[in-house]
Each structure stands twice: as structure tokens, then as C-alpha cells.
């Protein structure tokens, strides 16, 4: 058997976006000819994958998941919402919420090159072999981990995932349901920061910017004295708070009394402390575009290559 080179298994790699392990076998089996291994690998269906990596993955699944006192928020994407659906995709993504527990990756490629949670692959491997079945690019794109006294919630089957974290002297299952409570708010009305502490300076600027301009604007507003004006600015910016702070926020259950106020009637009704000191909230595909794709191009490009 031929010595397969590290580096002939990268270039392999990277040709075909193939995942080590297949490269590495298909370069034993081809005795160390590329152009063999790459035709076993299309054999396979596994080298169709570089062909499907340009198209944009924005259908999915977000997920939140914890075991114990640790937890993991993670965004895996794929085509369509028709293989979102599928089990064993499912499966993976709950696998690899697992894997970010378990292992504590530093970022989404040392995640790749994980064990996957309860299997003998890497993450990358399974991820290819679960291309070979459904045929569409997946992307693992992001996870956050968190530890400490968590509670998960995912909204409409996987588009919307929430991780909140409780500063409490409580059990974890008598804070339960104030965590979920909090964690429908943050998927709910999405806010930006925790409290208004959170709220950087700059952004607190250009908020009252935007209000004094607007009031500049406004011939009554204009008439009057700086001072007023300037009052009636710091009130807007009190406005800015209540929408975009979760502890702020109008509690969605109750709207006479804000998050905040909730969570510390709950807290004294418990005998005990309790305080949201952090959030996550993944919407699936914000901040992608999908592409349109031209299907009769698609369709022209593909009897092009196989006449």
C-alpha cells in the first residue's frame, strides 16, 4: 500500500471538500492517484459536496440544549426547510449541542475536529456522511456555551433558540419556570442588552443625536428652549430602555409590570435570590442572505456537463 502524505490528504481536502477521513481512504484505495481518488470519492456521492458548498445555507435548525449545570445554543444550517425536518438531521444537531458541551470547543473548527458526542467520528466526519443522505450543504455556523443555572427554550421547531442564565441561591427546578418565562421574553420582543447598564455609550449617543435631530425637525419641538428640548430627549432615551432592554422590557405575561419587577416578586415569593445575568438568543439565518438561485441555469449547467 502506497504512503499517503499529509499534505496529499489536505490537497485532497480542499479540491473536493471532503472530510479527512474519506480523503485519506480513497487515497489508499487509489494507491496514491489523485485523479483515482477524486472518482472514487464522486462514486460515492461525497465530492458533490464542493459542488453544493457555493449555494447559501440559511433553512435550519436552532437549538439550546443542557445537561447538568452546562448548556449550549448552536445554528446548523442546510438548504431547504423540507431536510430541516429530516430525523437524522435533527439528530446531528442535537449531537453537536452535545459535542459543545462535552468538549468545550474554542470555535466552530476546533468543534469540526471534535469526537462527535456519543459516536467514533469526528463532527466533520458525520457531517459528510449525513451529505451522502440528504444531498444539501450543511454549515455548522455558530454556538455559544454557557455554565452555571440555565434554562433552554427553542421557539417553532428550531428558529428560534434561547439559553437564560439566573444568578440564584435557589435549586435550579424552583427557578425553572421564572427562567422560562424570561427566556419566551428574549425570544419574543428580541432585546438587544440585559439591562441599561449594558448599553454601550455610543450607541447612547447616537440614540439622542437622532432625537435631537428629529425634534430640530419639528417646528414645535423647534420653538422650544434647549433645556426642554434636552429633557424631552433624556425621556426618549428612557423609551430606548424599555424596548431594548430585557430587565426593562413590559412583561409580555403581565405589560403592567416590566422583567425586571417580575423576576423580583418571583424571587420573594421563592424566599430566595434570583436575577437573569445573562442571555442568548439565535435567530436561524439572520444576518444571511439567501440566494435566488437561476434554476433554469442550473438546470442548462447540469445537461451541459453530463452531455
Known sequence: MAKISPQEIKDLMKSTGVGMMDCKKALEEAEGDREKAVQLLREKGLATQAKKSGRVAAEGIVTAVVEGNV??????????????????????????????????PADVEALKACTISGGDKSVEETLQDLFIKIRENMVIRRFERLEG?????VHGGGSIGVMVQLDTDLPADKVFETGKNCALQVAAMNPAYLNREAVPASVLENEKTIIMAQMAEDPKMASKPEQVRAKIAEGKVGK???????????????????????????AKALGGKIEVAKFIR?????????????????VAAMAKGNG
Open 240 to 266: 430606548y430602555y424599555s424596548e431594548n432592554c430585557l430587565l426593562e422590557q413590559a412583561y409580555v405575561k403581565d405589560d403592567k409590570v416590566n422583567v425586571g419587577s417580575y423576576v423580583a416578586s418571583e
Open 282 to 298: 439565535f435567530e436561524r439565518g439572520e444576518g444571511s442572505e439567501k440566494k435566488a438561485d437561476d434554476f433554469a441555469a442550473e
Open 71 to 104: 448548556g449550549a445554543v448552536v445554528e446548523v444550517n442546510i438548504e431547504t426547510d423540507f431536510a430541516a425536518n429530516n430525523e437524522e438531521f435533527k439528530a446531528f444537531v442535537n449531537s453537536v449541542a452535545k459535542t459543545v458541551i462535552e468538549k468545550n
Open 149 to 153: 443555572t440555565l434554562v433552554p427554550y
